[in-house]
T-cell receptor
Framework: GQQLNQSPQSMFIQEGEDVSMNCTSSSIFNTWLWYKQDPGEGPVLLIA?????ELTSNGRLTAQFGITRKDSFLNISASIPSDVGIYFCAGQNYGGSQGNLIFGKGTKLSVKP | ETGVTQSPTHLIKTRGQQVTLRCSSQSGHNTVSWYQQALGQGPQFIFQ???????GRGNFPPRFSGLQFPNYSSELNVNALELDDSALYLC????????????FGQGTRLTVV
């Protein structure tokens, strides 16, 4: 089945630094989404991408849908302590009315004040 | 606008027992999906319900079953619980169709002993 490779697995950075993480797939997706999950909570949607090549921002976050439709990246600029958490990419295809999300294994971000 | 709510938040069951988890979808959303998230992993798709019909299923055995009600709330039932069923169970709701933005509840932490 489809699998997503998310990297890096973990990052430990200084407050104020920029962060970059990416996700690659063995097959194409119609939609890419990025979520953040805090301990004991459900994932929170950060950015949704619907078109190959699309670049979308949400505050300090910027994500891009790769041209090949097999990859996506997420950048966080000027990190702050509350950025700590696990970031997941998810890909989705729609066949008929079905559209389950395929998740990566996550990138754990730690920020040192 | 109310978000996705799940109950209970935590649950401990004995191997072989049955469990029912509940989810209220976000106002206006007609599609509910359930995911299982093992420790240190990304969420794995169990199944999806669209307008009270199962609309897709992941690689989970038949002892995982579900329902969606006319108000679009949903239940996940797991029979004959196994130790490996211990996980965070997440419910996500969306508008269905090609709008992929799924919003998650806080999850139910199930421990099987």
């Amino acid at each position: 089945g489809q699998q997503l490779n998310q990297s890096p697995q973990s990052m430990f950075i200084q407050e104020g630094e920029d962060v970059s993480m990416n996700c690659t797939s063995s097959s194409i997706f119609n939609t890419w989404l990025w979520y953040k999950q805090d301990p004991g909570e459900g994932p929170v949607l950060l950015i949704a991408l619907y078109k190959a090549g699309e670049l979308t921002s949400n505050g300090r976050l910027t994500a891009q849908f790769g041209i090949t439709r097999k990859d996506s990246f997420l950048n966080i600029s000027a990190s702050i302590p509350s950025d700590v958490g696990i970031y997941f990419c998810a890909g989705q295809n729609y066949g008929g009315s079905q559209g389950n999300l395929i998740f990566g294994k996550g990138t754990k971000l730690s920020v040192k004040p | 606008e109310t978000g996705v709510t799940q109950s209970p938040t935590h649950l401990i069951k004995t191997r072989g027992q049955q469990v029912t988890l509940r989810c209220s979808s976000q106002s206006g959303h007609n599609t509910v999906s359930w995911y299982q998230q093992a420790l240190g992993q990304g969420p794995q798709f169990i199944f999806q319900y669209y307008r009270e019909e199962e609309n897709g299923r992941g690689n989970f055995p038949p002892r995982f079953s579900g329902l969606q009600f006319p108000n679009y709330s949903s239940e996940l039932n797991v029979n004959a619980l196994e130790l490996d069923d211990s996980a965070l169970y997440l419910c996500a709701s969306s508008l269905g169709g090609e709008l992929a933005e799924a919003f998650f509840g806080q999850g139910t932490r199930l421990t099987v002993v």
